[in-house]
């Protein structure tokens, strides 16, 4: 099965990391942040950091931004700064909203749990985190050999945290349901994992899904997208405990970052295109 493009643009600068929430998000290598429809019309453009920004996130609402330019910032959908949070100082290279707490993990190994733009509490996992996810109550982080799984529970202990298991494994990492799925060590193939400690969350399957490494992933329903160095979209169906192919196309260039919406998916190429692909 072939995926199709929807829609092309052409920014002027390379468009880095994407997230979706309403509206799409760039970042892009000049510390702007972009915003378009679902159409990738253009809609509203600012300056965000000094350089390009590491992660966004957004719940739709409200949207996070990060980069080595200090503390993460905060602002309204349409660009208006609304507050910046205190970082440790380290940089911050993974965000994600999960139930409107923000949660920041940094190349320390911190990660921090913001609510209403406080910090409500912050552990450190001893390594530094590439990307994370969390299905409560246990918050996954990965840098490039483990994925570790910790049990946090923020509305008893702001720092206390146990390690219930470690799964070999590279960023990146997200959640689907009951299924936890990430990168091998090799960046090569896509590992799915039950997502219960119930099985010490067992892998179920593992798919090569590239050649070369793969540095973007992304869910939406029971369907994961992969994309990376070799200028693939992947698309595949998570299908029981089995992972099955499920379309893919060639952009030409290397892939940034994907952000899935519904039964679509946007992607940043290098050399400054965003694809929407369908």
Not at 125 to 130: D, F, N, S
Not at 240 to 269: F, H, Q, R, T
Request: glycine share 8%.
């Amino acid at each position: 099965m072939s995926l199709k493009i929807e829609a092309e643009i052409k920014v002027e600068s390379e468009p880095c990391v994407l997230t979706w929430g309403n509206k799409l998000f760039v970042g892009t290598e000049d510390g702007s942040i972009k915003a378009f429809d679902e159409k990738l019309v253009a809609k509203e453009s600012w300056a965000a950091h000094a350089v390009q920004p590491f992660a966004l996130a957004t719940d739709g609402a409200t949207l996070y931004s990060s980069s080595n330019d200090g503390p993460i910032k905060v602002w309204s959908i349409t660009g208006a700064k609304i507050a910046e949070l205190p970082t440790t100082g380290a940089d911050v290279g993974s965000l994600h909203v999960f139930d409107k707490q923000l949660y920041a993990g940094d190349e320390d190994g911190n990660i921090a749990v913001y609510e209403n733009n406080a910090l409500k509490a912050k552990y450190n996992v001893l390594e530094e985190v590439k990307d994370l996810s969390f299905s409560p109550p246990f918050l996954f982080t990965v840098r490039d050999l483990y994925v570790t799984a910790t049990e946090i529970k923020p509305e008893e202990s702001k720092t206390r945290f146990t390690t219930r298991h470690t799964m070999e494994g590279r960023a990146p990492l997200r959640i689907s349901g009951n299924r936890l799925v990430f990168m091998s060590r090799d960046g090569n193939s896509l590992k799915l994992h039950d997502c219960s400690i119930d099985t010490s969350f067992k892998l179920l399957h593992e798919i090569k899904v590239s050649d070369m490494i793969v540095t973007s992933l992304s869910t939406s329903g029971d369907y994961v997208w992969t994309a990376g160095w070799d200028g693939f979209v992947r698309r595949w169906k998570i299908a029981g405990d089995k992972l099955e192919p499920c379309g893919e196309i060639n952009l030409g260039g290397c892939v940034n970052s994907v952000a899935a919406n519904g039964d679509s998916v946007y992607a940043a190429v290098t050399g400054g295109k965003i694809v929407h692909l369908r």
